[in-house]
């Protein structure tokens, strides 16, 4: 697979390769990349030429996605297409639009929508690999399958939805649709020889990585997730298993899979690699070893009577000893929504809690829904901490009374805009940029969204369990 050395985004008087395998490969002319992905709704970048867009901001949702699904989208009246823009091109995904006017060219780095090259002239079939290195009949054959398996469970019903990287959006609603999703999740296996997926023209990251995504958003569905692993692994060879080591060895989040994993991890026990990212197996890395590493870590955390979080002020540690009870977890909650730290920028205040409850869950989910069920929202930083929190989408199914009583009856903080902060915090609040969001009921009404999809999907267990769960 080869990338754009840099993706550019051009007007008309610069070419876009109709041929799918032609990057941009430096120097001049430069041409447009023929192969954007919008990182965030997960979709190709489409254009229309001779057109520009007419807002900044782009229109809400629902208009952009009916442009995108148009088939003559230049016809549109959301886009411009008086003689101005004879030779303007216009480009739009499902969530953004931005338009390249008048002779110009502008590289994907310096834009505001989340798009990149995608790739050019990759086959899944591993017909552009080395040839020096013949793909395994076994890596081709488990494509072919899981393929069919994935067309032939289609479903018209309502199915969770991820997007974790170019060639993988997972989507299934039962526990054997998300066995064939895993194994759908490496379709560029052949070409770099292992289970990972391409994200930018240097970096990869493990090809079963979206099933943490999926782990802290939906706890209702750790036993599924469990066997579908289970039947993964045995079903997809070789190259299944390495995936399945990946995750376990690079993800400390894994740990909430060990009674599943575990066996699975002696079973293969001989499969091992130069090193993992978490550091479980050291120092062989082995299959087992990492395992053994995941059982200790695991028994320490739910042992472990203190919490060391680095969301205070500037960063500072949080540090409560003993953590153990619901007044516990509710200091912890108040110190650090009122700190109102992001660390690493792609977090919020309450971040923290997603890993707690796949380690501490026992006591700390039933108590997190009931503080959160009865959170004083007069108590601006604690309100505001909330609805960022929402943005992680963690089990919002549990909060659908909380939502509706909100809907119904709106609080005095409704109308207020949501590109607002508490004093202190650094940023606004990560929800406050979905699409049609404006205020902090916009908010509460596009969290009901969501929270009505995860309840329309609970799991379907049409699938055994392969090997005894490990205590």
């Known amino acids: 697979m080869q990338f754009c050395v840099k993706a550019w985004l051009v007007s008309l008087e610069f070419e876009i390769p109709s041929d799918p395998a032609i990057a941009y490969t430096g120097g001049q002319p430069r041409i447009g990349c023929n192969h954007l992905v919008c990182s965030q709704c997960g979709f190709d970048v489409r254009h229309a030429d001779h057109r520009s867009t007419t807002s900044n901001p782009p229109p809400p949702r629902a208009k952009l996605e009916e442009l995108y699904d148009s088939s003559e989208p230049e016809t549109s009246p959301l886009l411009d297409g008086t003689p101005l823009h004879a030779k303007s091109r216009a480009y739009f995904c499902r969530c953004q639009w931005l338009a390249i006017d008048l002779s110009g060219a502008r590289a994907v780095d310096d834009i505001d929508p989340m798009w990149a090259c995608a790739g050019h002239g990759a086959a899944t079939d591993g017909s552009d690999a080395d040839p020096s290195k013949p793909v395994p009949a076994a890596h081709v054959e488990a494509r072919k399958q899981a393929d069919a398996a994935v067309a032939a469970h289609r479903l018209a019903t309502a199915t969770i939805k991820l997007r974790y990287a170019v060639g993988v959006a997972p989507e299934f609603s039962t526990t054997a649709e998300l066995r064939d999703s895993l194994l759908a999740s490496y379709p560029d296996a052949a070409a770099f020889g292992k289970p990972v997926v391409a994200v930018d023209r240097e970096s990869t990251v493990p090809a079963w990585g979206w099933v943490i995504e999926l782990l802290k958003k939906r706890s209702d569905w750790l036993p599924s997730i469990g066997i579908a692993l289970q039947h993964a692994a045995r079903d997809g060879g070789d190259l299944a298993r390495r995936a399945l080591f990946d995750l376990m060895g690079d993800f400390h989040e894994s740990v909430a899979l060990l009674p599943w994993t575990a066996p699975l991890a002696r079973t293969w026990s001989d499969l091992s690699a130069e090193r993992t990212a978490t550091g479980f197996g050291e120092p062989e890395f082995r299959f087992d070893s990492i395992a053994r590493d995941q059982e200790r870590y695991l028994a320490a955390a739910r042992t472990s009577s203190i919490v060391l979080l680095k969301y205070g002020k500037n960063g500072d540690l949080i540090a409560r000893e003993p953590f153990a009870t619901e007044a516990d977890l509710q200091a912890v909650l108040d110190e650090s929504a009122r700190a109102g730290e992001f660390p690493g920028g792609d977090k919020g205040p309450w971040s923290w809690v997603a890993f707690q409850l796949l380690i501490k869950g026992a006591w700390m989910r039933p108590a997190f829904v009931h503080l959160v069920t009865t959170l004083d929202t007069s108590i601006t930083p604690h309100l505001y901490a909330l609805l960022d929190w929402f943005s992680e989408e963690s089990d919002l199914w549990q909060f659908v ?71």
Not at 406 to 418: E, N, T
Not at 440 to 465: I, N, S
Request: aromatic share 10%.
């Open 401 to 471: 009374a909380l939502l509706d009583g909100w809907i119904a009856k709106p609080p005095p903080w409704w109308g207020k805009l949501a590109e607002t902060k508490p004093k202190g915090w650094k940023r606004d609040l990560r929800s406050a940029y979905w699409p049609n969001v404006k205020t902090l009921g916009d908010v509460v009404q596009e969290t009901r969204k969501l929270a009505a999809m995860q309840v329309a999907t609970p799991p379907v267990d049409d699938l055994p369990l392969l090997y005894p769960i490990s205590s």
